[in-house]
Structures are given as C-alpha cells and as structure tokens.
C-alpha cells in the first residue's frame, strides 16, 4: 500500500509543477503552503549539495527560475531547505527537510 501512496504523491508533485513550471520559469509562487514546498524542493535542486552560496549567487540561481529572488530565497530557509550563516547560504540535506505536517506543527506552536 505504501507504494501505491508514494507513486500518487510522486504523480500529484508532478501534476503541481506542471501547472507552476513554463520549463524552468517559475509562473507564481503558489499560495498552498503545501503546493509552495513542491515548488521550493524543485527550486532548491538547483543548488549543488555542500557548496556554500553568498547571497549574490542564491539571488542569481533563483533568479533564473522568477523574479522575486529574495520571496524564494526566505522561503527556503524558512522552509529548511537551505541554512545560512554569515551571508553565506548552503542546501541542507534532503534527509534534514521537514515534511509539510512538521511545517504546519511548527508554526502552529
């Protein structure tokens, strides 16, 4: 049964990027927070794995995919997708990312 539900959540994810994605261009930032974390961990595979960004090349690299770089910039980190420190960003590790219910608990509380 796990199975089943991982290929429909693979197939809705997909469905969800379809409708945000015009090839690489981000089309608008969702307004689900659920749908916005789809788009943000695409958007974060854009950065390489323990390589450490200044704020310049995190705006660029976003900036190729929409305009409003420094919305998609905090919502990755707010997200946890991305860490900074000193003006200096790095992709956290997939095996770190919050699912949306831990999201939704955190900011709940």
């Known amino acids: 049964m796990q199975e089943i539900k991982n290929v429909n959540l693979e197939t809705w994810e ?3 990027l379809r409708n ?8 608008k930032i969702p307004a689900s927070r659920k749908k916005r974390l789809v788009v943000l961990r695409w ?7 323990e390589v ?9 690299i976003i ?3 929409h305009p409003d770089y420094a919305t ?6 707010g997200y946890q997708l991305m860490e900074r420190e000193n003006g200096f960003y790095w992709r956290s590790p997939a095996s770190v990312w ?11 509380l």
């Open 14 to 16: 997909e469905k969800v």
């Open 20 to 27: 945000y994605l015009d090839g690489t261009r981000l089309i």
């Open 43 to 49: 958007l974060v595979r854009k950065f390489e794995q």
């Open 52 to 60: 450490t960004y200044t704020e310049r090349q995190v705006n660029e």
């Open 63 to 65: 900036g190729r995919h």
């Open 72 to 77: 998609l910039r905090r919502e990755l980190i």
């Open 98 to 108: 919050k699912s949306e219910a831990e999201i939704m608990r955190q900011m709940s």
